[in-house]
């Protein structure tokens, strides 16, 4: 790992393999602007810890099946220093939106999960439990 200036900077085979994605899925973020590279004077792209942790963000946000223009906004909200009210109002109402949608989801697994067996429920409430006690503390924190 190279060191530059007051943080690490990573190579893109290096950034790949700390946050389990192909070079080529770098190259594509990069390319798209999701990603920012500067260039090494021997002309190799490297990345900061800013872009390490972007890049885990773009992967988590993947997960939860956002589509790219969507984490792209998402980026750039979390590093504007400024933020209009009307994003912010916009992006609480997609939230909320997804709010409703997963208690739809939700109880339409209801029937499913009269059907398992206790250890299953239980397991399966565990990890809603846990899940249910992230969001809460992420709700404590924005209103704190």
Request: net charge positive.
């Amino acid at each position: 790992m190279l060191r530059w200036y007051d943080g690490a900077v990573y190579r893109i085979g290096e950034i790949a393999e700390i946050a389990h994605v192909s070079k080529r899925t770098i190259d594509y973020y990069t390319s798209i602007g999701l990603l920012k590279a500067e260039r090494s004077k021997s002309n190799y792209r490297i990345y900061s810890d800013d872009s390490l942790e972007d890049l885990k963000f773009i992967e988590e946000c993947k997960s939860l099946h956002y589509p790219l223009d969507e984490i792209r906004r998402k980026l750039e909200m979390r590093k504007a220093k400024n933020i209009r009210e009307s994003e912010v109002d916009r992006h609480v109402s997609a939230v909320t939106q997804q709010m409703k949608q997963l208690h739809n989801d939700l109880f339409d697994l209801i029937p499913v999960l009269e059907r398992l067996d206790e250890h299953q429920k239980e397991k399966l409430m565990n990890n809603l439990s846990l899940l249910r006690n992230a969001l809460k503390t992420s709700l404590i924190k924005v209103t704190s």
